[in-house]
């Protein structure tokens, strides 16, 4: 089994950043590609960005230029800078990973970690 946690959300002014982490532990052999997603209330999930392992990126266009992803293969972590914060970015932050634990190669979703921009 395989857990991602996420960390690193909270309350900011609009204007300001925030860094988000999530770390993936378990019986992992090997992360593909590591993504972001959010979803706000009443509202879709939203993919944000992702990491392949070679760290190859891509982005939504929507956050192109205000949010960059990064990863740590050996701590099994991607994280997600999100500068020049707007209230509409307000949600709950996810990430989702690819793991291969050696027999099978499947998808997780983390529990996801909340991120308020006040106006």
């Known amino acids: 089994q395989v857990q991602l946690v996420e960390s690193g959300g909270g309350l900011v002014q609009a204007g300001g950043s925030l860094r988000l982490s999530c770390a993936a532990s378990?019986?992992?052999?090997?992360?593909?590609?590591m993504r972001w997603y959010r979803q706000a209330p009443g509202k879709q999930r939203e993919f944000l960005a992702g990491?392949?392992?070679?760290?190859?990126?891509n982005y939504a266009d929507s956050v192109k230029g205000q949010f960059t992803i990064s990863r740590d293969n050996g701590k099994n972590t991607v994280y997600l800078q999100m500068n020049s914060l707007k209230p509409e970015d307000t949600a709950v932050y996810l990430c989702?990973?690819?793991?291969?634990?050696?027999?099978?190669?499947?998808?997780?979703w983390g529990q996801g970690t909340q991120v308020t921009v006040s106006s």
């Open positions: 989702n990973a690819n793991v291969d634990d050696g027999r099978t190669n499947m998808y997780y």
């Open positions: 990491i392949t392992r070679a760290g190859r990126t």
């Open positions: 378990g019986r992992i052999f090997s992360i593909n590609e």
